[in-house]
């Protein structure tokens, strides 16, 4: 006999410990496959709100699939995260006063491999509490060998087709971690600043044109002056030559279109070394890159500047320049200051020799594909996002100067810089230049992103798995619909000659009660494993779900939780009445008024819900159903049951029944604990979706 209130801590670990063998895509019956992409977390990583919503909604929406006789195809797995793991180990080596340095390469990615064996699980025993379905014997990792021989393959791949490249020039860089980063894995923070406002005189007349930055550190770099062709104020200037101050370098006037006549004076220093901007306009023109600003974001090459930090040497350029009368004024403004994603460094533009994925025939096949609708992204307005990305793309830098990570499959020869092979094995012939073969392997290891874009078909190890491409669905965040959902297009279509999946649900980012964005680092963080603590991980379900709309971002509210909780104990109880007074009711052939009513609204409920979750609704179909529960069935019919009632007791069987099949994929915890209460042997997982009654 069920006790007097539900006690969700008690029953969760049991239930779920009675459902892993049956996840397992072996033990479902045969019928139509259902295929669902996991987003891997980070192996640094552990559960978040985020994760949280993501797994919840798409579980709904596969148990309700496995109801209907779908074979249900979900492998979870994890992702290395090159930079976020490099940066934990590095952290836990400075609290022995070591860096990765004084390890050495190989010891230090055996320290890693260690931390991964500890702690690297962790967020996918966490995934469990939230009663996701994966098969979990298949759980991945984006280090394991074949997954790895993919992501070489892919390079080489490319680089057969011309479309990779190896190349000097300015990239994004985060002196913290030591690498690259590409333009999606640079964070904007609104900052006040200056824009100084500086002379440079001309060589030939009299005159000076004045430049506006808010970087004078990197003017030790400056090679030309531009202004816009159709700027009649600088016309007159072009072809001059003006003298940079402090450094008396030459630099020549030259015209082009990528300069804002609007901005600051119109005049614009071009640094090709340390802006990405300026060295497209310095290719354009074939002007020299002189790096002042090293890998440490400190001065080089420049003498009285050289060992400085980029904010000291703009700190003493502005004294000179303010002794010197080249500093005209100082204006204070609001501009954004880019950091890196993952240690929130501020970062640098540097030149480096990178490995360059070329994007534009890319970028037309992953635009081809949504605009034919061969990929769907639900909701649409999110399709704008996607397609600004795609238009305004640049080159793919996918190389990086970490430790951890996969290897790029090139070699290079010891005593010629410049001469490399591209493959997964030692080249066995001789350098094009020295004439001997004198090869090393490569350090640098590939972006993750770059492996991440693979997950669709890299996860696939057997033979039979490889038919279980595409996907039908992935859910994702709309923050990484251009790190992720758009390089996992164009890959499955170059690679897999078709759309690595149909459907692109983009759901709601869980903000604060105030509409703050949810930070651990800042303390507005919410642990999704405490409300399970507190409330049990079905209210959890169910607290997300029902705020979870297309309209807007969801202002998470524990409220929520609690009426999860509520009604939680509200369907126990129901349940609990219905074990207690069942047998008590007399066998009738007919149909009461009461039992009449409740049918036709359990059945326009079935047809609700049913449709709603097909539509990936999922919040209507819950408060839909909890209507029809609490109110419907619970306050009216339960309440007519109860002393002498011309009520037919099969209907009220059938209503319990059918309701805990239909409120499973919600709350699956505790409808399979009750399912069993009421005397099933086989699992409720395992039932079939209910008919209309």
């Keep these: 006999m069920l006790g007097s209130r539900y006690n969700p801590q008690e029953i969760e670990e049991k239930i779920y410990k ?23 977390p980070n192996v640094t990583g552990s559960l978040h709100m985020g994760h949280s919503l993501q797994n919840i909604l798409l579980d709904i929406l596969l148990r309700y699939k496995r109801m209907r006789g779908f074979k249900i195809i979900w492998i979870p797995g994890l992702d290395h995260a090159g930079i976020a793991t490099q940066n934990v180990v ?18 230090f990615l055996k320290r890693v491999w260690e931390w991964k064996e500890k702690y690297g699980g962790i967020i996918l025993q966490q995934f469990k509490k939230l009663g996701i379905s994966p098969d979990w014997t298949r759980t991945r990792f984006t280090m394991d060998k074949k997954y790895v021989d993919w992501v070489e393959k892919a390079f080489i791949e490319y680089y057969k087709k011309g479309w990779i490249y190896r190349d000097y020039r300015a990239i994004n860089y985060c002196p913290r971690c030591q690498t690259s980063l590409s333009d999606l894995e640079i964070e904007y923070e609104t900052k006040e600043g200056s824009l100084y406002y500086i002379k440079y005189p001309l060589k030939d007349l009299d005159e000076f044109l004045t430049v506006a930055t808010t970087r004078p550190e990197t003017m030790l770099g400056d090679v030309a002056l531009a202004v816009n062709p159709s700027d009649e104020r600088y016309q007159k200037y072009w072809g001059h030559i003006a003298i940079l101050p402090i450094i008396n370098r030459e630099l020549l006037v030259i015209t082009d279109q990528r300069v804002d006549p609007k901005f600051g004076t119109g005049v614009v220093k071009v640094t090709p070394a340390h802006s990405i901007i300026d060295y497209e306009i310095g290719k354009r023109h074939g002007l020299e890159i002189v790096k002042v600003i090293d890998e440490n974001a400190k001065i080089v090459n420049i003498k009285g500047f050289e060992g400085l930090d980029y904010l000291s040497a703009r700190e003493k350029i502005l004294k000179i320049l303010k002794e010197k009368g080249y500093l005209v004024k100082e204006e204070k403004i609001l501009h954004n200051v880019p950091y890196c994603y993952r240690c929130h460094t501020e970062l640098q533009v540097i030149p480096s020799k990178e490995w360059f994925l070329k994007m534009d025939i890319l970028a037309k096949i992953a635009k081809d594909a949504v605009k034919s609708r061969e990929v769907y992204i639900f909701p649409q307005r999110f399709k704008k996002i996607y397609f600004d990305w795609l238009k305004n793309i640049r080159d793919w830098c996918i190389s990086r100067k970490i430790w951890w990570g996969q290897t790029l499959p090139v070699w290079y020869c010891k005593n010629c810089e410049d001469s490399y092979e591209v493959s997964r094995k030692k080249p066995n012939k001789k350098c094009k230049i020295c004439k001997k073969s004198n090869w090393y392997r490569t350090e640098e290891v590939f972006d993750t992103w770059f492996s991440s874009a693979l997950w669709p078909f890299a996860i696939l190890y057997t033979q039979k798995e490889k038919e279980w491409y595409p996907a039908n669905v992935v859910f994702t965040a709309r923050d990484i619909i251009n790190l992720w959902i758009g390089r996992m297009i164009f890959s499955g279509i170059f690679f897999m000659k078709k759309p690595p999946f149909k459907l692109v649900y983009v759901h709601p980012t869980v903000l604060t009660k105030e509409g703050k964005r949810m930070s651990k680092s800042l303390g507005t963080g919410i642990d999704p ?49 219905y074990l207690i007074r069942y047998p008590e009711m007399e066998k009738k052939n007919g149909f009461s008024a009461e039992d009449r009513k409740i049918i036709k609204a359990f059945n326009s409920t079935l047809k609700y819900v049913t449709k709603n979750i097909e539509n990936l609704r999922f919040s209507d179909a819950l408060k839909r159903f909890y209507k029809f529960f609490w109110n419907q069935f619970c306050d009216v019919y339960i309440e007519s049951c109860k002393g002498q009632t011309k009520n037919n007791r099969e209907v009220l069987r059938m209503i319990i029944i059918n309701s805990l099949k239909m ?8 409808t399979e604990y009750l399912w069993q209460e009421i005397g099933n042997k086989d699992l409720l997982m395992l039932q079939t979706w209910p008919q209309q009654i």
């Design 18 to 40: 009675k459902w892993l063998p049956y996840l397992k895509v072996e033990k479902q019956k045969g019928g139509e496959k259902f295929i669902a992409l996991m987003a891997p």
């Design 90 to 107: 590095e952290k836990e080596l400075k609290k022995e006063g070591l860096t990765r340095f004084d390890l050495g390469r190989e010891k």
């Design 529 to 577: 494993l405490d409300l399970i603590e507190k409330y049990g991980a079905d209210a959890l379900r169910f607290g997300l779900t029902w705020q979870t709309t297309f309209l807007q971002d969801l202002k998470f509210d524990e409220v929520n939780v609690e009426n999860g909780m509520k009604f939680a104990n509200k369907v126990y109880n129901a349940v609990r009445f």
């Design 663 to 670: 409120l499973h994929p919600f709350m699956p915890f505790l």
